[in-house]
């Protein structure tokens, strides 16, 4: 049997080894998606552990993955993804992808669109909305962006705060520099005590350069 392979360009797939076996629409949850059905034509050849090149094809596991909206669809991807053995020092390990991390469910490029979203003023319910991800997926990976190192001060300081509709975090406040348009840091909240307590760890040096903060809303 012949199989028709699609053009990976269509779910503009960065991972230029891998290949979408079928395309179908599917109601899941009453919401329908268009789902690629996806593999990897190539295979790995050596162990990530030791260097062996006697590794074989131990299972495959088809992972469920959030895929970005294409053409006013919802999608996912069904990635039939293969997990390896290596015969010298046993390890078992995972097909390398940049679609998808480890245990996530959200494609890597949906995490992108995600933060992009929140720089945007607008609640996490709004950007989970939108990419089609529940308000708790949306906090979990801006929580887990928070953890980006802070970027030095800049000379002019732009604050911008969006609000959270549930969970732990209410509101969270955006540092960033107006001219470059670039994120100084995320906080997790915009009170008084919290912002205090922030820029007193901030050295003396690079607080006094900043000469102006701005407000944008
Ligand atoms: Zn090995």
Excluded at 64 to 89: E, M, P, V
Excluded at 172 to 198: C, H, K, N, T, W
Aim: glycine letters at 4%.
């Amino acid at each position: 049997m012949s199989i028709n392979y699609y053009n990976t360009d269509f779910f503009r797939l960065q991972d230029k080894t891998l290949c979408i076996e079928k395309i179908t629409e599917e109601t899941i949850d009453d919401i329908k998606y268009l789902v690629a059905y996806v593999n990897r034509i190539k295979t790995d050849s050596f162990c990530v552990e030791c260097g062996s090149t006697s590794i074989v094809v131990n299972s495959y596991y088809v992972r469920t993955i959030k895929y970005l909206d294409i053409a006013g669809y919802n999608s996912l991807i069904k990635y039939n993804q293969r997990r390896y053995k290596c015969k010298d020092c046993g390890k078992t390990f995972n097909e390398k992808t940049n679609l998808v991390e480890r245990h996530s469910t959200i494609s890597n490029l949906t995490k992108v669109k995600l933060l992009e979203e929140c720089r945007i003023k607008q609640s996490f319910k709004d950007v989970g909305k939108r990419l089609n991800l529940s308000t708790t997926t949306v906090l979990n990976e801006f929580k887990d962006h928070l953890s980006i190192s802070r970027n030095k001060l800049t000379e002019i300081l732009c604050f911008d705060e969006f609000k959270a509709t549930n969970g732990e975090i209410k509101y969270a406040f955006i540092l960033g520099d107006p001219l470059s348009g670039e994120i100084v840091d995320i906080l997790p909240s915009r009170q008084q005590e919290f912002l205090y307590d922030y820029f007193n760890k901030v050295s003396d040096e690079e607080r006094f350069n900043v000469k102006y903060i701005i407000d944008p809303w």
